[in-house]
């Protein structure tokens, strides 16, 4: 644009500096005053008239990421009241408050807080307890609703970035999680930052240089409360925060994800506008979470830190673990075999490095891959809006109960202490069967699932097909017996039939004539995995298929009713069916 | 009384607050009594004992908890982070669990006045394994 094309702005400037460009009109009240003059900058009305139809599908498992979002907002806000009060320093104090036990006892000002917020702060003990249990509900929810996610497909294109962003918040909140446990610096959080100083030391090279960093010198120095409470409440939340709004943009920008049905599309969203039901919905749930918390803060106590009194580095006792979501790296922990390497004068603590700096990194690495590795190998690159049920895509349901089985079995080998008390059982033999488990378990799960979808596929086609089981037996004349079947009725068949046919990649020879030697072993990889992925699948029948095996159902029954009317037992079914 | 003051700068006496987590994070102790004949000396250390009583580090070679179970009848020592499981009377020797390296003993005699004493230092670091942990051994 040239300068003389440039539209002259002086006219606009002017009609804006006196009144308004469209007055308002007499009657319009302050709170439509408030409105336009806020849409007169911001633009709010366009954008709120868009967004306030927004339509969201409904289905009971959308509902897990928001007990993730409202337990977060618990969080925030009985986090906030708990900053009155504690008292992040580790400055040692005489206890003087009302617990009794503790009366005299030197301790950090930390710990001293936290017995006041808990026995002399107005609702302290609730609000502590609401902030704990609403953390467990927060992670446990992360979790499940990452499930849910990964076994509908929700993670494919266009929303690979969005299911990076939420394993992100899983391990943000994670941290988060532990950097709150340890504040209260009791026996066993403190206990938990003595083990967190072993791992870092184990790091090579740097590890001793990064524990005196954290710790502001020897351990446990002064230092690490205070830094762990601005990590705890600025940094670490400040981070959640902006993922959050991040997750959610991204969330209203793609739109949800919807079951398939009559009616719905992968181009068009099913469901209720955002005013007045999703709102009210959410909004709702809110309490209803907020309540669940406030239940549980108030009936059943967690973290009772005056049990077992402040951190000494020189006391703890048995079963101490850690706070649930950091049970599985401890599990690796305790079962990893003693490998320490001393060579050249340097040691390599393998039975640290493997299962605290290696695998959780790896483990959320590989989570956050899975949509990328799934893309890749099944060469799908469309943009998909319709779920897919989880037995429809079985070796990524196998995947994931596989991951799921190793997660679990790390997590049971962290309490094999409590197992092996609770159940009378040798710490070792259950140390050893651990070993083996989190190997051997992973695979047997995947092939057990797998094998499991494809006997769900096979079932829907046989419903498709040949009907569903009404449980009615006939006798025919001859004394042989045979159930009666009836076609499944057509919403039913939609829904099964509303998927795509899986195709195996098979790479051209002719295509990998020019292609690098390098290029040609990707490939072959690929055409391997993409048969493992789909070679085993049911494909969903043929319209001619069904039409077929309708008419040959009809033809069946036909013969079936025959039988029944100039037969000897005239109790069937009658015809109406 | 292990304190000796010719040997140990520090009174603990006198330590408080961090200072005092400090020390103790390195310098707990775990002295432990057994039948002398129970005590299959390690090479070097056949004098560590005094009378079936031995000292070692509290600190566990692994992360660094504080060692508590007794297991009273084998004399193992059993931690409760990760149940690394420790020898008393083969010196301090990983019988199993995550620990890759045995506990540091301290070794012990009776001074004139008849008071248990160390007779030195821990010969190598206490606690959790690191980087730099063999530097000054031979090699
Ligand atoms: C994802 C978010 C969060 C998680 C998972 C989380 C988790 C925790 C946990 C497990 C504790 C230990 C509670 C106990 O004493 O039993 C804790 C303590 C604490 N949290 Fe949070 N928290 C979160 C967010 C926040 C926020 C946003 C704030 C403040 C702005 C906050 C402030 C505090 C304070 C002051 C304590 C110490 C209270 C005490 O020890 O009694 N937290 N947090
Ligand atoms: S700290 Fe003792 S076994 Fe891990």
Redesign the interface.
């Known amino acids: 644009m040239s300068l003389g094309d440039r539209p002259d702005m002086s006219k606009v400037a002017k009609s804006n500096a006196g009144e308004p460009a469209v007055p308002p009109s007499r009657g319009s009240q302050r709170a439509g005053a408030v409105a336009n003059w806020a849409d007169e900058r911001l633009g709010l009305g366009t954008m709120l008239k868009k967004n306030l139809r927004k339509v969201f599908p409904d289905h009971w498992s959308f509902m897990l990421g928001e007990i993730a979002l409202w337990s977060f907002v618990v969080l925030l806000l009985t986090g906030v009241f708990l900053t009155l009060w504690y008292d992040p320093s580790?400055?040692?104090v005489q206890y003087a408050g009302s617990y009794d036990p503790l009366r005299g006892v030197?301790m950090s000002s930390a710990f001293a807080s936290t017995l006041d917020i808990s026995f002399d702060v107005r609702g302290g003990l609730l609000l502590r307890q609401m902030h704990h249990w609403a953390a467990h509900i927060f992670i446990a929810a992360m979790m499940i609703h990452l499930l849910r996610v990964y076994f509908t497909g929700a993670f494919r294109k266009p929303r690979e970035l969005n299911w990076v962003i939420g394993c992100l918040l899983l391990l943000l909140g994670t941290i988060e999680g532990f950097t709150g446990y340890s504040l209260p610096d009791d026996l066993l959080s403190g206990?938990g930052v003595?083990?967190a100083?072993?791992?870092v030391?184990?790091?090579?090279?740097?590890?001793?240089y990064m524990?005196f960093f954290m710790f502001g010198g020897?351990?446990?120095?002064?230092a690490i409360i205070p830094r762990l409470y601005i990590a705890h409440v600025l940094l670490l939340p400040g981070l959640l925060l902006a993922l959050i709004a991040a997750h959610m943009l991204l969330l209203v920008y793609h739109k949800h994800t919807q079951w398939p049905g009559p009616g719905r599309t992968e181009q068009n969203v099913v469901g209720y506008p955002l005013l007045p039901v999703y709102a009210a919905k959410a909004g709702g749930f809110f309490f209803i979470v907020f309540g669940a918390c406030a239940l549980l803060g108030g009936l059943f106590s967690i973290n009772n830190v005056w049990k077992l009194g402040p951190?000494?580095?020189?006391?703890?006792?048995?079963?101490?673990q850690p706070d649930w979501y950091m049970g599985w790296p401890?599990g690796l922990?305790?079962?990893?075999?003693?490998?320490?390497t001393?060579i050249?004068?340097?040691?390599?603590?393998w039975?640290?490095m493997l299962p605290i700096l290696v695998m959780p990194p790896l483990m959320i690495t590989i989570l956050a891959l899975l949509p990328f590795i799934e893309q890749w190998v099944t060469g799908d690159k469309r943009e998909h809006h319709l779920l897919q049920r989880p037995r429809n895509a079985p070796t990524r349901t196998a995947i994931m109960v596989a991951l799921m089985t190793f997660y679990g079995l790390s997590w049971a080998a962290g309490g094999?202490?409590i197992i092996a008390i609770k159940m009378d059982l040798s710490?070792?033999q259950i140390?050893y069967f651990m070993r083996a488990a989190i190997f051997v378990g992973p695979v047997i799960a995947f092939m057990i699932t797998k094998r499991w979808c494809i006997s769900l596929q096979r079932q829907d086609k046989e419903k498709l097909l040949h009907g569903y089981e009404t449980g009615v037996l006939v006798r025919s004349p001859a004394g042989g017996y045979a159930e009666k079947h009836l076609p499944i009725d057509e919403h039913q068949a939609y829904a099964l039939t509303a998927r795509d046919r899986d195709e195996v990649y098979v790479p051209e020879e002719d295509d990998l004539d020019g292609v690098s030697p390098r290029g040609r072993r990707l490939a072959r990889l690929r055409a391997k995995l993409s048969a493992m992925f789909f070679a085993d699948n049911v494909q969903k029948p043929t319209a001619a298929e069904v039409e077929e095996s309708r008419a040959h159902a009809e033809h069946e029954l036909h013969e079936l009713e025959h039988q029944i009317a100039t037969g000897p037992n005239k109790h069937g079914p009658s015809s109406d069916h | 009384m292990l304190f000796n003051p010719e040997r140990y700068h520090v009174d603990p006496h006198e330590v408080e607050g961090i200072e005092l987590q400090v020390h103790k994070s390195k310098a707990s102790l775990i002295l432990h009594r057994m039948h002398p004949s129970e005590i299959k000396p390690g090479k070097g250390r056949e004098n560590w004992d005094v009378g079936g009583i031995v000292a070692y580090s509290k600190i566990c070679t692994h992360v660094g908890c504080p060692i508590s179970l007794n297991e009273r009848t084998t004399h193992h020592l059993l931690c409760p982070c990760h149940q690394s499981t420790f020898d008393l009377t083969d010196s301090g020797r990983v019988v199993f669990g995550p620990a890759g390296r045995p506990l540091p003993q301290l070794p012990l005699e009776v001074d004139e006045q008849g008071y248990l004493v160390a007779q030195s230092d821990f010969t190598e670091p206490v606690g959790p394994s690191y980087w730099e942990r063999d530097y000054d051994e031979p090699w």
């Open positions: 580790m400055t040692e030197h206990t003595r083990a100083d072993g791992f030391k184990a790091t090579p090279v740097v590890g001793t524990s020897e351990f446990p120095g002064d951190y000494d580095p020189s006391k703890v006792t048995a079963g101490s401890d922990l305790r079962i990893i075999p003693p490998w320490e001393h050249w004068g340097v040691t390599l603590s039975n640290i094999n202490d710490i070792n140390t």
